[in-house]
T-cell receptor
Framework: DTEVTQTPKHLVMGMTNKKSLKCEQH?????MYWYKQKAKKPPELMFV???????INESVPSRFSPECPNSSLLNLHLHALQPEDSALYLC?????????????FGPGTRLTVL | GQSLEQPSEVTAVEGAIVQINCTYQ??????LSWYQQHDGGAPTFLSY????GLEETGRFSSFLSRSDSYGYLLLQELQMKDSASYFC??????????FGKGNQVVVIP
């Protein structure tokens, strides 16, 4: 299985809602990532988990809260978002332990904040 | 963040050759990777260069010059399915990739 899955595919939420994005991989990868991508822009790194521990937080606002319950799952909890947070949220995974590892991306969750 | 310069859009006919250039900041640099992303799709890995020189994978080749902080992706024998955005992404260790601004390639018949 060389696939990263993400749910939901689309999400519309109000600014007072709480929602969660989910990501799963069964490739045995020990690094997992959240990226945010706006239209016509490159993916921007948000968080990196390495061996289920948060290793990088790219100064992301606290209204985004990541969680890695186990080595296969990655969640992104959303609360009190702003309309400018509307974007495609991509999850990725990779091997760990060398200078470079190819990242495998999921199809993304397209988020609209009203 | 890193500043990565890539031109924005290229239009080419089927069968043509397109070169997409990338410059990057050298501090902490490990290597340069390239990703392809079709409209509405996920980025997919194309190639990685850790050492200077040319890496060839089928119709696509990637080049790196560490001394010039420069690399390029060469797309040969263009096909309609190659219409996509192409991103260079230097790696700086700790699994951190810094995607460039991207280059949209439009292939026309």
């Amino acid at each position: 299985d060389t696939e990263v899955t993400q749910t939901p595919k689309h999400l519309v939420m109000g600014m007072t809602n709480k929602k969660s994005l989910k990501c799963e991989q069964h490739m045995g990868h020990r690094a997992m990532y959240w990226y945010k991508q706006k239209a016509k822009k490159p993916p921007e790194l948000m968080f990196v988990y390495s061996y289920e521990k948060l290793s990088i937080n790219e100064s992301v606002p606290s209204r985004f809260s990541p969680e890695c319950p186990n080595s296969s799952l990655l969640n992104l909890h959303l609360h009190a978002l702003q309309p400018e947070d509307s974007a495609l949220y991509l999850c990725a995974s990779s091997q760990e332990g060398s200078d470079y590892n190819e990242q495998f991306f999921g199809p993304g969750t397209r988020l609209t904040v009203l | 963040g890193q500043s990565l310069e890539q031109p924005s859009e290229v239009t080419a006919v089927e069968g043509a050759i397109v070169q997409i250039n990338c410059t990057y900041q050298t501090s902490g640099f490990y290597g340069l990777s390239w990703y392809q992303q079709h409209d509405g799709g996920a980025p997919t890995f194309l190639s990685y260069n850790a050492l200077d020189g040319l890496e060839e994978t089928g119709r696509f080749s990637s080049f790196l010059s560490r001394s010039d902080s420069y690399g390029y992706l060469l797309l040969q024998e263009l096909q309609m399915k190659d219409s996509a955005s192409y991103f260079c992404a230097p790696s700086y260790g700790n699994n951190r990739l810094a995607f460039g601004k991207g280059n949209q390639v439009v292939v026309i018949p």
